[in-house]
C-alpha cells in the first residue's frame, strides 16, 4: 500500500496521463493558429457543450464567479432588489448579487441533500424579490420541480449556479428530463480545474435554452457590444481564452466516463459505508441524477468530524471540509445582521460535513483502503 500514498482528494495529472497526446496537440494547435481571445476553439466549445446538454446555448465567459454576475447583469434588477441564496453554498452564490447592488437573501437548505429548501424560499418570498439563485451542490440538482413552480408562480427569475452538477439531470413528475442548469432563466457554471469539467485555468459558461437570453448575455460578456467598438449596454470583459477552450473540447469528450467512474466510485462507498452509526452517507433525490463532484458525509457534531479528518490525514488521505464557515457569518456579510443560529442546518454541516476523494483516477486499492481506515475509526 505505501507505494498508493498519498491519495489526493483531486489527481489531476493522473486524469489527464490518459489523453495527455490530445491535450499537447490541442494547445499546440491554439498556439500555430495564434487567435488567443475568441479563437474557432470558443465557439465550437460552445456548441458541443450545448449538443451535451441537450442543445442549449452556451455562452462562455472568464470564470464562475463572472457566469453569475452575467446572469443577474441580464435580469435587468434594480438596485435593492433580494435575490433568495442558500446559506449553505460558496461565497461567489451570493457575492455575485452584493457586487450589483441587490441585497442577498440568506435562507436554509435541506438536512439530506444540503440542497436549497423550496419551503423556506417560499417564506423568504417578498414583493422585492427579483431572483432565486438554486445552488446544485455538490453534483446534485435542487429541487427543481418545485422551485420552477414558486418561481413562476410570484413572477421572480430563477437562476441555477451549476458549478458543481454539470451532466446531472433531473426529471419532473410529467416524465421529461432536463439538465442542471438549462431549466432556469439562465444557468451558470464554473470550469475551475477542481471542476468535473475543469480547464488549466479560469473558466466558466452561462447556459440558457432561449436564443435572445444567449444573445443578451453574449453581449453583457464582451464589454456590452454586438459589435466591435459599438456599445449598447455596460458590461464586462469576461471571456473564455481560446487556449482553454481547445483544452475543454478534449476534456468534454472523456466527461462521460468521468462522471461514470465518479458514480461507480460513490456506489462502492454506498455498499461499504452504509450502516456506520454515527455516519450519514449523500442522500440521493431520486428525481436527480448525481455527478458526484464531491462525495460529502454527514457526522455528528464538529468534533468527531474534526477526529475523523485527522485520522485519515494521519493515513496520507487527504479530505476536505466544504464549507467551514456559513456565508451569513463571513466578516464581509455582517451587514446583512442574519444573527448565529438563524439557519441551523447550514450552521450544522459546517461543523458536520466532509468530502472523500472520488476522482475518477481513484483505484480500487486506494478507496479500499479509505474505506478501511474509516471503518477503523468507528470501530467497525
Known sequence: M?????IHLLDLAAEHAPYQPELDAAWQAVLREAAFIQGPAVGQFAAELGAYLGNAHVVPCANGTDALTLALMALELPPGTEVIVPAFTYVATLEAAALLGLRPVLVDVLPDTFNIDPAAVRAA?????????????????????ELNAICQESGVALVEDNAQALGATFTFAGGETRYAGTVGEVGTTSFFPSKNLGCLGDGGALLTRDAGRAALLKQLANHGQSRKYYHQRIGLNSRLDTLQAALLRVKLRHLPAAQAARQAIAARYDAALGGIIGLQLPARDARSSHVFHQYTIKMTGADRRDALQVHLQQRSIASAVYYPLPVHQQPAYTYLYYKLGQFPVAENLCGQALSLPVHPCLTLNQQEYIIASLHTFFDV
Not at 505505501?2 to 498519498?6: A, D, I, K, V
Open 2 to 6: 505505501p507505494e498508493l500514498l498519498p
Open 125 to 145: 418570498l417578498t414583493p422585492r424579490t427579483g431572483a432565486v439563485v438554486a445552488v446544485h451542490l455538490f453534483g446534485q440538482c435542487a429541487d427543481l420541480e
